[in-house]
């Protein structure tokens, strides 16, 4: 079994900074991560983790993804707010309509008497 190691913050930006040069290439994650040693998904976590760097094209999507994630978890708190407002009105509903339907029994009865 391999050893687990932590790099440290200079030791990982150097290796984005290869990864940044392979991507340009052409290569692909796979021969990337590889090549840097890591998992797919430690060069992932990184790519994802790094301050953004000066001029890169992954800075300018990097500062876009904190207003999209923002965005979505507004998006999934309003959703549960309907969703909850949404089952208050069901029961109100049903609720109203237990009612009509006893008050029509009890007028059918009225008029049964009369």
Request: aromatic residues 4%; positive net charge; charged residues 35%.
């Amino acid at each position: 079994m391999v050893k687990r190691r932590r790099h440290s913050a200079p030791e990982i930006i150097a290796k984005l900074r290869q990864a940044d040069e392979m991507a340009a290439e052409g290569r692909l994650q796979s021969d990337i991560a590889r090549s840097l040693g890591v998992s797919v998904m430690t060069y992932h976590r990184w790519r994802n983790g790094r301050p953004a760097l000066e001029g890169s094209q992954v800075a300018e999507r990097r500062d876009q993804r904190p207003k999209d994630f923002v965005a979505r978890v507004e998006k999934v708190g309003r959703f549960d707010e309907l969703q909850l407002e949404n089952s208050r009105l069901r029961r109100l509903v049903t609720d109203l309509l237990l009612e009509k339907v006893r008050l029509e029994e009890i007028l059918k009865t009225a008029e049964l008497v009369a």
